[in-house]
């Protein structure tokens, strides 16, 4: 069974920084992509971010580039998604996702396998 559990959601103000982690169990855990998405209340859920299992490629929803990066702790099983210069509009649900293997649907939206519980993040004026 994998689990993935979230963390360091929390209330910031605009303009500031909170740093996610995502930790990954599981005996049979062996991911190619991990990935963040979010969920705002009354709006579906959005891509954020997306990286390799091996660290290498990364890419991002145009609402964050420049503004989050995404990195991952191989030895801990962690992922993580440092926010900076949050906005107003970054307030909603973070969830991490996880996938076997690279694969997508026919609008070519990435396949996830595995979800988190998701953590709030909460920006204020």
């Known amino acids: 069974q994998v689990q993935l559990v979230e963390s360091g959601g929390g209330l910031v103000q605009a303009g500031g920084s909170l740093r996610l982690s995502c930790a990954a169990s599981g005996r049979t855990f062996s991911p190619d992509i991990m990935g963040w998405f979010r969920q705002a209340p009354g709006k579906e859920r959005e891509f954020v971010a997306v990286?390799?299992?091996?660290?290498?490629?990364?890419n991002f929803a145009d609402s964050v580039k420049g503004r989050f990066t995404i990195s991952i702790d191989n030895a801990k099983n962690t992922v993580y998604l440092q926010m900076n210069s949050l906005k107003l509009e970054d307030t909603a649900g973070y969830y991490c996702?996880?996938?076997?293997?690279?694969?997508?649907?026919?609008?070519?939206?990435?396949?996830?396998?595995?979800w988190g519980q998701g953590t709030q993040v909460t920006v204020s004026s």
């Open positions: 990286i390799r299992w091996n660290g290498g490629t990364t």
């Open positions: 996702a996880a996938a076997r293997s690279i694969r997508a649907t026919t609008r070519g939206e990435l396949i996830f396998d595995y």
